[in-house]
């Protein structure tokens, strides 16, 4: 019997150890992973032995085309030259190629820069987007270190240009230090001083348990700390005033003003070489330090030939300027200042509506065109669009197109094509709208081009095609989503009958309660 045991503990050991070695291999490949300037290359035949093999393992999840990639990649390029030897190991996944090994560790938002830990693949470290090679070896002696290690000599920081944070701590055990100084490990890129000088705080007339913001020996701003006080709410402070009441858009500081955790935007299109610059923007600035950490206020210059991208995105010419827009980067909802006047109140009254929901969005429309029903397929604009397409008689099938992208320019022959095959049926309307030049809600649609059918009913009805482009699938798809609609209708007819009916026998039941009562 202890044997028998013995030989099934041996098979139970060889199994698990071919377990083991087959999932740090592929078939027939090399498991070592290789290496680039100093950084591991893995994929998923080598991501789990590398994992058991480094201690703390840092690997930058990236796409080769990605807005960042270049620049973290030579952050990460320049930190692993100076952490060669140490227990730190750099690795990069490139997830275009690692789809797979991406998905199973949840890695496929762009860009995800995780440590991990003694070999522990399910619970890694996120680390701050790095600015350089230097945000990376600062994070890293940060997550070693305790805030006593800030405690540093607070006058060759006040004389900076750069923002220094200074943390001021009666005790430096108080939960309150342990929150600042989580806040300070998620910011490699800013400079943190920790103080309990008392000379620090009565210079600037400050109490203790306190952060605030210093440059060239300015007191920028302060926060006062209190049990509710999170680590979220810390960062969004110190990076919301960290930044000029106002900021102007460059390829500098667009990465700053998309990362800001204030997802509400107001931005002012102004030439800045105009005659009533100086006047505009001391407006726009005033208002600006009233609304911090509720609107982030941004200028764009619309005589910079650069800007142009984010004026395309607005539908802002430059002629048209000035004008201020406010939008959320969450909805991209845009609000159009409805004044000609760019006073300070103007400008005040116009963030307060947005922030209390009474401000109505901007919908931007092309011109009507002229004979735009005339043509088999009809051409609509935002002023056209619901008005066509919510017709309770008509079935309304609709291209949302971009006039520039090619795959939107090879569905026109086959959007004409449709239209001739139905141009005997008067219940049914064949249109394209361009995408680029009207606002559109974008419930009624797809990503760009897609193809949207409203049926033929009272309620307010959006089915988006997902099917093959060809005429033979459009056809079925349009007589199924007809036939459905039918039914639909009768149940809509049914539904509307017995509402008049009993909205009728209501108001003869007032009108004889009326006759009573004389």
Known sequence: MAAMRRALLLTAMAFCLSAFV??????????????????????????QRSLRKHKQL????????SGDSHRIM????????????????LAVVEVTKEKDLAKELNATGLPAIRLYLSGDKQNPVECPVPQSSASILTWLKRREGSAADLIANLSQSEASEDLTVVGFFKDLNHTYVQVFYAAVIDLPDINFVVTQDNEVIDKHSLTHDVVFLLKKSK?????KMTP?????????????????????????????????????????????????????????????ETFRLRIL???????????????????????????????????????????????????????????????????????????????????????????VAFNPDRTVF????????????SLFPLWEGLAEAVKKREDVVIARIDSS???IDMSMQGSSPSLCLFPALHAERAVVYTGKKNLKDLMTFLDEEMEKAKKDRVQEDEDRRKYIEAAKAEEEKKANETKDEL
């Open 22 to 47: 087959a999932a740090d291999a592929q078939p027939g490949g090399d498991t070592s992973a290789p290496e680039k300037d100093g950084v591991l290359q893995l994929a998923k035949g080598n991501f």
């Open 437 to 439: 030049a009207n606002d």
């Open 58 to 65: 840092l690997v930058y999840f990236y796409a080769p085309l």
């Open 228 to 288: 509710q006080t999170s680590k979220e709410e810390l960062i969004v402070f110190i990076i919301v005033y960290q930044m000029d009441p106002v900021t102007e858009y460059t390829g500098e500081t667009a990465a700053q003003i998309l990362a800001s955790p204030v997802l509400n935007h107001a931005l002012l299109f102004v030439n800045k070489s105009s005659a009533d610059f100086t006047e505009i923007y001391s407006a726009f600035n005033g208002v600006a």
């Open 297 to 387: 206020f941004v200028l764009v210059n619309v005589d910079e030939s650069r800007n142009g991208r984010l004026m395309e995105y607005f539908r802002v010419r430059p002629f048209e300027a000035p004008l201020i827009r406010l939008v959320n980067l969450t909805d991209h909802v845009t609000y159009h200042l409805p004044s000609d006047t760019l006073g300070v109140e103007t400008i005040r009254q116009f963030c307060l509506s947005y922030l209390d929901g009474t401000a109505k969005p901007k919908m931007q429309s092309e011109p009507i065109p002229e004979g735009w029903d005339e043509q088999p397929v009809k051409e609509l604009v935002g002023m056209t669009l619901e008005k």
């Open 74 to 89: 030579a952050a990460f390029e320049g930190a692993a030259a100076e952490l060669q030897g140490s227990k730190v190991k």
């Open 398 to 409: 609709v291209l949302f197109y971009l006039p520039y992208a090619q795959e939107s320019r």
């Open 219 to 223: 007191l920028i701003q302060a926060y």
